[in-house]
Nanobody, 119 residues
Framework: QVQLVESGGGLVQPGGSLRLSCAAS????????MRWYRQAPGKERELVAV????????NYVDSVKGRFTISRDNAKNTVYLQMNSLKPEDTAVYYC????????????WGQGTQVTVSS
């Protein structure tokens, strides 16, 4: 059974930090690129960060560059999103997504974790 389970969300003040985790099971984690998306109320889901299956290449949406860092531990089947200098506009539900590096139609989603940045 495939599972992606996010954790680490919560309420944080502007300027604060959070680290999201996404624990994967039921598939060969090392063969999948991992992505973090987010969706704010009334907005479309937005791709935030990507890390390739080998873990050596990453990409970020411009709005989080220099503040967020995506990483993965293939031994633990886990992907992380370290979020620093958080802003109110980072408030959203954050979703973990796995995409097979050769077969993009082979993809999985987590259930999401809420991040709220507010004073």
């Amino acid at each position: 059974q495939v599972q992606l389970v996010e954790s680490g969300g919560g309420l944080v003040q502007p300027g604060g930090s959070l680290r999201l985790s996404c624990a994967a099971s039921g598939f060969t984690f090392s063969q999948f690129a991992m992505r973090w998306y987010r969706q704010a109320p009334g907005k479309e889901r937005e791709l935030v960060a990507v890390i390739r299956s080998a873990g050596s290449s990453t990409n970020y949406v411009d709005s989080v560059k220099g503040r967020f860092t995506i990483s993965r531990d293939n031994a633990k089947n886990t992907v992380y999103l370290q979020m620093n200098s958080l802003k109110p506009e980072d408030t959203a539900v954050y979703y973990c997504n796995a995409v097979h590096f050769l077969v993009p139609s082979n993809a999985y989603w987590g259930q999401g974790t809420q991040v709220t940045v507010s004073s």
